[in-house]
């Protein structure tokens, strides 16, 4: 149980493009969810806490305008990248928390590869 | 603000052997959560175990086990038995009981000898 899936799982497109990756809980609801992302051989970062029916709470240095989240359902939350540039190219995470069980752990999404030429 | 320190970039372990991986982490909270979490090769994320801080057994889950020293802020991983399948990066975390948010430390590549 308690499954989330990404989609895509890679995407390559040119620079300027606007790329939308999306995060579902396929068998759970999830009022919070998370997004990250990981540079290589690195550590996950945590870019912002996508709250359902409300508006994403970025972490420090995170453009808000660059990174759209939605999460206007329970089991859906879609971060785009706007106006996509090589520096943008990265592993993309998210992560979600089980409605009403927030003291569990987040489980994970398998990750989005995004590379921008 | 909270740290979490991993010291050991790479491991090696022979197969059947113990291998213990080190999470230091530095906090003025006392309650809080932690987790190990493993990202194979295939990049997903996968909780290994997790302790809570007011909790004084160390957790245990089957062949992964912690020695959780909260005084000394220490939250080491100790995997038994090693099989080739642990091969993985893991990453340590923490979460204060107040927020939902993770602090990642910087992983330690775990390579598993046949």
């Known amino acids: 149980g308690a499954v989330v899936s990404q989609h895509p799982s890679r995407v390559i497109c040119k620079s300027g493009t606007s790329v939308k990756i999306e995060c579902r809980s396929l068998?759970?609801?999830?009022?919070?969810m998370f997004w990250y992302r990981q540079f290589p051989k690195q550590s996950l970062m945590l870019m912002a806490t996508s709250n359902e029916g409300s508006k994403a709470t970025y972490e420090q240095g995170v453009e808000k305008d660059k990174f759209l989240i939605n999460h206007a359902s329970l089991t859906l939350s879609t971060l785009t990248v706007t106006s996509a540039h090589p520096e943008d190219s990265s592993f993309y995470i998210c992560?979600?928390?089980?409605?009403?069980?927030?003291?569990?752990?987040?489980?994970f999404g398998d990750g989005t590869r995004l590379s921008i030429l | 603000a909270q740290t979490v320190t991993q010291s050991q970039p790479e491991m090696s372990v022979q197969e059947a052997e113990t291998v213990t991986l080190s999470c230091t982490y530095d906090?003025?909270?006392?309650?809080?959560?932690l987790f190990w979490y493993k990202q194979p090769p295939s990049r997903q994320m996968i909780l290994v175990i997790r302790?809570?801080?007011?909790?004084?057994q160390n957790a245990t889950e089957n062949r992964f086990s912690v020695n959780f020293q909260k005084a000394a802020k220490s939250f080491s991983l100790k995997i038994s038995d090693s099989q080739l399948g642990d091969a993985a990066m893991y990453f340590c975390?923490?979460?204060?009981?107040?927020?939902?948010?993770?602090?990642f430390g910087t992983g330690t590549r775990l390579k598993v000898l046949a």
């Open positions: 992560s979600a928390l089980i409605t009403g069980y927030s003291n569990q752990p987040q489980h």
């Open positions: 302790q809570e801080a007011y909790k004084q």
């Open positions: 975390a923490y979460r204060s009981a107040g927020t939902y948010k993770y602090i």
């Open positions: 068998d759970f609801q999830a009022t919070t």
């Open positions: 906090t003025s909270e006392s309650d809080y959560y």
